[in-house]
């Protein structure tokens, strides 16, 4: 009981102090959008020919005739109270577009991110156990051609290999087969809701939409998690306690994943956090490749059109889930590592 | 069948490294026959402790045994799998690590370890491990032993990880134990209680020993038989007495002469044609010589902690004063605090009658005492800026300190330096890893007298040396402060090393004056309890005092 009351009050108090970061993100992206050029109210117009009285009338109706400090208290005030703006682009408030957008990011690179820990953690081993060998050696070629190749590239490769060529994959366009009924929306993750609901067939065909676009992403990601595993396995296993544990005759398995890769976790959990941030916001090229409707094509629609609201939205959601994922990590880091929570 | 416990034959094992091959071990035989106790002693890199690993195979991916052979009850360890060598470490060889903090995996429970060992090696339900494992902990006179199960090695002191460390190498059994180097780095009451330990284990259960060990009084306590090694040879073998008593190798007898005993001086720790290159000069008359520095009442509390508390001594200009207690004793604190590196909570320091404990540590740089007050650090490998060559590293005080310093002036300076510490002037231009560790300790003592201070603060300075090197450095300190007039604040856990190079000692115990004194009296007839505790601890090999423990071990 003691503890939990520790470790939630020790959750509270990172959130608090993460509190000004985020204020801080809020001002910066808001003056920001306000210093880009492009003026929205001319984007948004009802013709190209509108005349100024018309262009006007939108800037008053935007809030845009106000001085920016003005505006800034304005925002800051609609943001405290849950408010984000509506979008110019979809005429829907900006926190509706992304509650509905988000669980698709979300799950495409939670896929994509399990499926490259399912895949560096093995290979970042391997290289690790023979380093200067021929398996070390493919392990850092799949790794350069994983970082080297631009994720739309590998996206458009895998697509004319796997969808135009052998025809196995299914139109890379979104996330619902096109003979599919969306599920009913409970926790917004397709591959949950379908499970829920008991419709496997469709579960399949979610799942065959997903795995272009989460191998592409996995792909990129590859090199940062093997390189990390490697050189983290490298150090562990060059260890005292590994010496120990060979001299008392402990089977190579446990010494190598009991002793090795249990100590040499806590740099791999760091990257994968940093991995799993840069993901879900960054890349917009994935999403836009395989028209996935997540909220990093969202906000880059926004930023081309000038749409100050989603754009500030989603900077601000991505902040906030830095922080999460920050906190997550700090959490699992407890559970890794005894030594943690005495800091 | 053969009735040797282990019988090594002509072992070779070479290491390819980047500058092509190196013979680590070059033909080294000895046979053990079962409850036998062997010291291997020798310097760094004589391939002691390459030895034990060859035996074990757990030798590194670079090392290999080229020729030769091990065997273990006359069967060929070197004609094994991988995976019935495996089956024989742990219960039938196994081995004790220096530095047994790290030996233990940090992030699992020690019991947790002691059953995976058992686990290895047989067949043992849930609760019959744990049974075993808290019977092992008791084994190893721990108490409080379910406590000590459900801890980390970051809980407990260092004599505990090293008892861990033994019941997790006899947890399955094994005929043979060999100990590398297991008890350096700990305290001489801590090296005691845990070698005694180990030796009255090793006895109860008829095991053999091998104890590698650079330290030649601990192999004279606790061992039947030495075997000298050196470059990857054995140059000398025999019984203990032999040995010591009647060295016949030259390079025995230089070890046993370099080593500090209760009754040596400095003159007696090198050899007499190296000697010669010190000329010694008339020792300084110290009695009536100025007071330099005054310690009053110092304290010191980290977080609550009062890591030194009440502490008060004087220091007269070339006078030297010896700081020993064990780890935790606060002399480490006290050296910082007077070096100026640290703040103290309470207390007076004055220096040449000026109050210098107000100026607060992070400013002393610029206070004009900071040349007067040098330090030489404890570990001459780490204390070096590795990608400083040696000129830089000694010039560096002399161009913060002393700034408007000509170039031609710092050049004759750092070369004076170089030259009193007997420090080779066409070296200057090397870096670190190009030097060796007594060549890196003569460095670290040319930076601190570059900058002429009149108070030097040494920091075990010759901990991480080898006896040989350890000699030499001791003397050179010795001729610099006769001739200099320098005063030494000497911290020490090396009880015979300050008695030779102090003339007075403060005994501390947990940041407290347990005794101080004139050196010779206070090694001579100590008044305390825990100066006499210290002082039985410190193994030796001289007769006189290896009768005294002669007597049955009592833990």
């Known amino acids: 009981m003691r503890g939990i009351v520790r470790v939630s009050s020790r959750i509270a108090h990172r959130l608090l102090a993460?509190?000004?970061?985020?204020?801080?993100?809020?001002?910066?992206?808001?003056?920001?959008?306000?210093?880009?050029?492009?003026?929205?109210?001319?984007?948004?117009?009802?013709?190209?020919?509108?005349?100024?009285?018309?262009?006007?009338?939108?800037?008053?109706?935007?809030?845009?005739?106000?001085?920016?400090?003005?505006?800034?208290?304005?925002?800051?005030?609609?943001?405290?109270?849950?408010n984000l703006g509506r979008s110019m682009s979809t005429g829907q408030p900006v926190a509706t577009d992304l509650a509905q957008r988000l669980p698709a990011s979300l799950e495409l690179t939670l896929a994509a991110l399990v499926l490259a820990l399912a895949c560096a953690i093995p290979l970042g081993v391997m290289a690790a156990l023979r380093p200067g060998s021929a398996v070390d050696h493919g392990v850092r070629l799949l790794c350069s051609i994983g970082v080297c190749a631009p994720t739309f590239v590998c996206g458009l490769v895998l697509i004319y290999v796997f969808y135009v060529v052998l025809g196995i994959a299914?139109?890379?366009?979104?996330?619902?087969?096109?003979?599919?009924?969306?599920?009913?929306?409970?926790?917004?993750?397709?591959?949950?809701?379908?499970?829920?609901?008991?419709?496997?067939?469709?579960?399949?065909?979610?799942?065959?939409?997903?795995?272009?676009?989460?191998?592409?992403?996995?792909?990129?990601?590859?090199?940062?998690?093997?390189?990390?595993?490697?050189?983290?396995?490298?150090?562990?296993?060059?260890?005292?306690?590994?010496?120990?544990?060979?001299?008392?005759?402990l089977p190579p398995f446990k010494v190598i994943v009991g002793y090795g890769l249990r100590n040499a976790l806590l740099p791999i959990i760091t990257i994968t956090g940093v991995v799993f941030s840069t993901m879900l916001g960054a890349n917009v090229l994935v999403e836009k490749v395989f028209a996935w409707p997540g909220v990093g094509s969202y906000a880059l629609d926004a930023l081309v059109s000038s749409d100050y609201a989603p754009v500030q939205g989603f900077v601000l959601l991505m902040a906030m889930i830095f922080v999460v994922v920050n906190l997550t990590i700090d959490t699992l880091y407890g559970f890794a590592d005894p030594r943690v929570s005495l800091r | 069948m053969s009735e040797h416990l282990i019988s090594v034959t002509?072992?070779?094992?070479?290491?390819?490294?980047?500058?092509?091959?190196?013979?680590?071990?070059?033909?080294?035989?000895?046979?053990?026959?079962?409850?036998?106790?062997?010291?291997?002693?020798?310097?760094?890199?004589?391939?002691?402790?390459?030895?034990?690993?060859?035996?074990?195979?757990?030798?590194?991916?670079?090392?290999?045994?080229?020729?030769?052979?091990?065997?273990?009850?006359?069967?060929?360890?070197?004609?094994?799998?991988?995976?019935?060598?495996?089956?024989?470490?742990?219960?039938?060889?196994?081995?004790?690590?220096?530095?047994?903090?790290?030996?233990?995996?940090?992030?699992?429970?020690?019991?947790?370890?002691?059953?995976?060992?058992?686990?290895?090696?047989?067949?043992?339900?849930?609760?019959?491990?744990?049974?075993?494992?808290?019977?092992?902990?008791?084994?190893?006179?721990?108490?409080?032993?379910?406590?000590?199960?459900?801890?980390?090695?970051?809980e407990l002191s260092g004599g505990m990880c090293q008892r861990i460390m033994i019941a997790l190498a006899i947890a399955c059994e094994p005929k043979l134990l060999i100990a590398d180097e297991a008890t350096t780095g700990l305290d001489v009451t801590t090296q005691k209680v845990v070698m005694d330990l180990l030796s009255s284990l090793v006895a109860e259960r008829g095991m053999g020993l091998i104890l590698i060990t650079h330290d030649l009084g601990l192999a004279a306590r606790y061992c039947g038989e030495i075997a000298v090694m050196r470059e990857g040879?054995?140059?000398?073998?025999?019984?203990?007495?032999?040995?010591?008593?009647?060295?016949?190798?030259?390079?025995?007898?230089?070890?046993?002469?370099?080593?500090?005993?209760?009754?040596?001086t400095i003159e007696d720790l090198v050899p007499e044609g190296e000697a010669e290159r010190f000329a010694a000069p008339a020792p300084m008359k110290v009695s009536g010589a100025p007071l330099l520095l005054e310690v009053r009442n110092l304290s010191k509390n980290f977080s609550g902690f009062a890591a030194v508390s009440d502490v008060s001594f004087t220091l007269a200009a070339g006078e030297s004063l010896g700081l020993v207690g064990e780890s935790g004793s606060g002399k480490s604190t006290i050296s910082r605090i007077v070096t100026r590196l640290l703040d103290k909570t309470a207390g007076e320091i004055s220096f040449k009658g000026e109050s210098i404990g107000e100026v607060p540590a992070t400013r002393f740089n610029s206070h004009r005492a900071r040349r007067d007050i040098q330090i030489v650090f404890q570990d001459p490998h780490e204390s070096l800026n590795p990608r400083y060559t040696a000129f830089d590293s000694i010039a560096h005080p002399l161009r913060t300190l002393e700034k408007s310093l000509p170039r031609e002036e710092l050049n004759r300076r750092v070369r004076e330096c170089a030259d009193r510490v007997g420090f080779p002037a066409e070296?200057?231009?090397?870096?670190?890893?190009?030097?060796?560790?007594?060549?890196?300790?003569?460095?670290?003592?040319?930076?601190?007298?570059?900058?002429?201070?009149?108070?030097?603060?040494?920091?075990?300075?010759?901990?991480?040396?080898?006896?040989?090197?350890?000699?030499?450095?001791?003397?050179?300190?010795?001729?610099?402060?006769?001739?200099?007039?320098?005063?030494?604040?000497?911290?020490?856990?090396?009880?015979?090393?300050?008695?030779?190079?102090?003339?007075?000692?403060v005994v501390l115990q947990a940041g407290k004056v347990v005794e101080a004194g004139r050196a010779a009296d206070v090694f001579m007839k100590p008044t305390s309890e825990y100066t006499r505790t210290l002082l039985q601890a410190v193994p030796s090999f001289s007769f006189r005092a290896r009768a005294k423990v002669e007597s049955p071990v009592e833990i």
């Open chain 2, 10 to 154: 002509d072992l070779h094992v070479g290491f390819s490294t980047r500058r092509g091959a190196v013979k680590a071990v070059r033909g080294i035989s000895f046979e053990l026959v079962p409850g036998a106790t062997l010291g291997v002693v020798g310097e760094s890199g004589s391939g002691k402790s390459v030895t034990a690993y060859a035996i074990t195979r757990l030798l590194d991916r670079a090392g290999e045994i080229t020729s030769g052979q091990v065997s273990y009850f006359g069967r060929n360890l070197g004609s094994l799998t991988e995976a019935e060598m495996r089956r024989l470490r742990g219960s039938a060889i196994s081995m004790i690590f220096q530095n047994p903090r790290a030996a233990l995996n940090p992030i699992r429970c020690v019991g947790q370890q002691i059953a995976d060992a058992l686990n290895a090696h047989g067949r043992l339900t849930r609760a019959e491990q744990r049974e075993r494992t808290l019977q092992l902990l008791r084994d190893v006179m721990l108490t409080d032993v379910e406590r000590i199960f459900r801890s980390y090695p970051h």
């Open chain 2, 233 to 264: 040879q054995i140059v000398e073998k025999g019984a203990v007495d032999t040995i010591f008593g009647h060295p016949r190798h030259e390079y025995t007898k230089r070890l046993i002469a370099a080593s500090p005993t209760a009754d040596s």
């Open chain 2, 427 to 505: 070296l200057l231009t090397r870096f670190p890893h190009q030097l060796s560790g007594g060549q890196k300790a003569r460095i670290g003592i040319a930076r601190a007298i570059a900058t002429r201070p009149s108070l030097l603060v040494l920091d075990e300075p010759t901990a991480a040396l080898d006896v040989s090197v350890q000699a030499i450095v001791l003397r050179l300190l010795d001729n610099l402060r006769k001739e200099g007039g320098l005063a030494f604040l000497f911290v020490s856990h090396d009880l015979n090393v300050v008695r030779m190079l102090c003339d007075r000692v």
């Open chain 1, 170 to 249: 299914p139109d890379p366009t979104g996330r619902i087969g096109a003979f599919d009924a969306p599920p009913p929306d409970i926790t917004g993750l397709l591959l949950v809701d379908y499970a829920l609901v008991g419709d496997f067939e469709s579960w399949l065909s979610a799942v065959s939409q997903l795995i272009l676009p989460a191998v592409t992403m996995a792909l990129f990601v590859l090199a940062p998690l093997a390189r990390m595993t490697r050189a983290s396995m490298l150090i562990a296993l060059g260890s005292d306690f590994i010496r120990t544990a060979r001299s008392v005759g």
């Open chain 1, 18 to 82: 993460s509190l000004p970061a985020l204020v801080g993100v809020l001002v910066f992206t808001f003056l920001l959008m306000r210093v880009l050029p492009g003026d929205p109210a001319v984007f948004f117009a009802s013709s190209p020919t509108a005349g100024p009285e018309e262009i006007q009338q939108i800037r008053v109706s935007m809030g845009l005739d106000r001085s920016i400090p003005e505006q800034l208290v304005l925002y800051l005030r609609d943001v405290l109270t849950g």
